[in-house]
């Protein structure tokens, strides 16, 4: 799963940046595919990551709640799962943000808040790749044995 989330956001960071770039040369036609390119594959990757830690904290959960299973999982699933909706939520805030601008005051404005978010979002897909890591190997651990989730 990790690979998954990792090659996306990837692929979201070229095209918000092709679609910050498009935007000085030709600001209308290609620039706004590419936005739409590039707000779609954001809600991806961030909908993923979210989803796996959804479905695999209660996987894990239900596995610690087993008799003998260690009582601190459960808060290490919800720590986990916090940390990356803080950075699903402003992330996503930014990119609808920017494609509203887009619509409604294009310019320097628009142009700012792409930038913003062209750069909160590699941290973001970052911090949502490093918690899905945890939340794999906390599986790992719980189940006793080595392998994907």
């Known amino acids: 799963m990790l690979r998954i989330v990792a090659a996306l956001a990837l692929v979201t960071g070229l095209l918000l940046a092709a ?27 961030h ?19 087993r008799p003998g299973g260690p009582a601190w999982v459960e808060a290490r699933v919800d ?8 950075c699903q939520g402003v992330g996503l805030t930014l990119i609808a943000l920017t494609a509203w601008s887009g619509w409604a005051v294009p310019g320097p404005w628009h142009r700012g808040l792409a930038a913003l978010a062209l750069g909160f979002q590699p941290g973001a897909f970052l911090a949502e ?8 190997r906390l599986a790992r651990e719980v189940e006793g044995r080595s392998g994907e989730v």
Not at 47 to 65: T, V
Request: charged fraction near 20%; glycine fraction near 20%.
């Open 47 to 65: 909908a993923l990551s979210a989803g796996f830690l959804g479905w695999s904290g209660r996987r894990i959960a239900a596995r610690a709640r």
């Open 19 to 45: 679609g910050l770039g498009s935007a000085f040369v030709e600001p209308e036609g290609r620039h706004r595919a590419l936005g739409w390119m590039g707000l779609g594959a954001a809600a991806a990757v």
């Open 79 to 86: 720590r986990n799962r916090g940390k990356a909706a803080a």
């Open 129 to 136: 790749g490093w918690m899905v890591a945890a939340q794999g």
